[in-house]
């Protein structure tokens, strides 16, 4: 194999190239192997509980987790552009599959996943890799504890057996409706889910091989059976996958039910991209590698285009899984893919036994997994930070809890984005500089105005930081309050290191003013590459003239000087 992968001749564009095709082209020896057989039978058997415990949680069958983890894990181990990435259906998910299955059932649940999944395939092919990069820490942050918090909730009926209907979706109807039949718990119930919870946490301290969560599965599961407990299991409820993957079948998708599904497929999407990618950057820091980002995403597409063809669910990158396979000595994509076969095999051979599994292990299974991802400490370490970013936190985090996932995700990018327009308007000045000799504070070699002739009618603005529309008002405001128009018109902008069509227009306009109106001169000087660019792009440059955009200041000055001089 080593020798093969070594030979190929043919080549793939560098940020559309699968890893498990460079690190086989690399070599892969027989010690690789059984490095990576071994780290995918471990996470085989973290993934199996979970998967089963998502699917019931998102209001669909234990199969359909399972299916997501064989079928979704293995397209993207396959063709993701991370070495031990580890992929399946995952937390983040639980809140908005359950929606859309109560709202557009199980089919409305399969065309979100499919039009989720083309949809960040085309982010890949369009390198939208990096920009998933920039969405802020606060709402991450605020959406991932806030799943947390409905996660846990959601799991109460099934912890404690309450004899009660369908849990309401709303979280305060959910606890209200917890209230009225909290007396119905089950004792048995109560006891299995803290033995599962002891097993969780105290498992590690006797083996690390053997994840807390397939440990508790097993023994509890056995106890039940062994003892006759009267406890809620999996049979009861649901159909359990055995003997077969079920055929692929294209859902009925349309432009209405698009339409109608277009805000879950919105949020579905945006969270399979930083999810997946959020977990590739983990395991990078943790193996000192590098991603590629466009890759994964490409891969990620793929898989949740091909997945619910199967009936699966939503499937991305998941964090604990993909730490699990490193620590347990995974090394390329082969971990993965054998982590998903290994699951394939455990279903076709034992899945009929799954239906012995209690409800209320499976419960507390995913309490655990609420608490891992409410991040309390980084919750509680950001309301430190400044009142902008503690105020985006809060929001994002209340509204996922109170009112929709979805909704919370947007108002949280929109408030970021304007909070971060607000910043960096509050960093940009314009200001006035003829006549203003004191530049002890610039820096040594610049150009100043010391000991340089100004010409009668000649005035020098500057502006400092970025000029966007967030910033124009402050340049239109500062050239409003010229008393005098000037013959000559200098715009500094040395510090300007990027312009938007809102500040071009600004320019243009006092362009206008000065030359179209009054007869005068309008000069640019110490412009830098994006902002000539952005000029010469949207035609102003030619209206301007090449001639009166200069390289420096005193070379603008020279000019003024002359043009004064011919006039």
């Not at 802020?136 to 942050?141: D, G, I, L, N, S």
């Not at 990158?317 to 396979?325: S, Y």
């Not at 990027?498 to 000069?523: C, N």
């Amino acid at each position: 194999m080593s020798y093969f992968c070594r030979t190929m001749k043919f080549t793939l564009p560098q940020a559309f190239t699968p890893k498990l095709y460079t690190t086989l082209k690399e070599g892969y020896s027989k010690q690789d192997f059984f490095k990576d057989l071994i780290a995918g039978i471990i996470v085989g058997t973290v993934a199996l509980p979970l998967a089963i415990a998502f699917g019931i949680a998102s209001g669909v069958t234990p199969e359909q987790g399972l299916i997501t983890a064989i079928i979704g894990g293995f397209l993207i181990s396959a063709l993701g552009g991370s070495r031990v990435q580890i992929g399946g259906p995952t937390g983040a998910f639980i809140v908005v599959i359950y929606g859309v299955v109560q709202k557009f059932g199980v089919d409305g649940l399969l065309i979100a996943t499919v039009a989720a999944g083309v949809i960040v395939l085309i982010m890949g092919l369009a390198k939208f890799g990096g920009v998933i990069k920039f969405i802020p820490a606060p709402v991450v942050t605020g959406f991932t504890s806030g799943i947390a918090i409905i996660i846990f909730s959601s799991q109460i009926k099934d912890l404690f057996e309450l004899k009660m209907g369908a849990v309401p979706a709303d979280l305060i109807d959910k606890w209200a409706a917890y209230g009225q039949h909290f007396t119905s718990f089950n004792w048995y119930a109560i006891g299995l889910a803290l033995l599962t919870i002891l097993i969780i946490v105290f498992s590690p301290r006797i083996t690390t091989r053997i994840p807390g969560p397939f440990i508790a599965l097993i023994l509890c599961t056995i106890l039940v059976q062994v003892l006759g407990i009267p406890v809620e299991t999996i049979g009861s409820k649901f159909k359990v996958l055995g003997g077969a993957l079920p055929s692929p079948q294209i859902p009925n998708i349309t432009f209405a039910a698009i339409k109608e599904l277009f805000p879950s497929i919105i949020t579905m999407s945006v969270l399979i991209s930083i999810e997946s990618l959020l977990s590739a950057v983990v395991a990078d820091g943790m193996l000192g590698t590098k991603h590629r980002s466009n890759m994964e995403l490409v891969a990620q597409g793929i898989a949740n285009i091909v997945s619910p063809l199967f009936g699966g669910i939503p499937a991305t990158g998941a964090i604990a899984r993909t730490a699990t396979n490193i620590k347990s000595g995974g090394r390329t994509p082969i971990a993965g893919i054998v982590h998903s076969v290994f699951l394939l095999l455990v279903v076709l051979a034992i899945g009929k036994y799954a239906s012995m599994i209690p409800m209320a292990v499976l419960a507390a299974i995913l309490v655990i997994v609420s608490y891992n991802m409410s991040e309390w400490r980084t919750f509680r370490s950001m309301l430190k930070a400044p009142k902008s970013d503690v105020v985006i936190l809060l929001t994002t985090f209340t509204l996922t809890v109170i009112i929709d996932l979805t909704v919370a995700i947007e108002v949280g990018m929109v408030l970021a984005a304007f909070l971060f327009m607000r910043r960096m308007a509050m960093v940009t000045n314009v200001s006035v500089i003829t006549g203003e000799f004191d530049d002890d504070n610039e820096p040594e070699g610049s150009q100043t105005l010391i000991n340089k002739e100004i010409p009668r009618g000649v005035q020098v603005y500057e502006i400092n930081g970025p000029f966007f529309f967030g910033a124009a008002e402050k340049f239109i405001e500062t050239i409003r309050d010229m008393s005098v128009v000037p013959k000559v018109f200098i715009l500094r902008m040395r510090n300007v290191t990027a312009l938007d069509a809102t500040g071009m227009k600004a320019i243009e306009d006092i362009w206008k003013k000065m030359v179209l109106h009054h007869k005068g001169l309008f000069l640019i000087a110490e412009i830098h590459s994006q902002p000539f660019v952005a000029l010469e792009q949207s035609g102003f440059l030619t209206k301007l003239g090449e001639s009166n955009v200069t390289g420096s200041l005193e070379l603008a000055l020279d000019a003024a000087k002359n043009w004064i001089g011919e006039h």
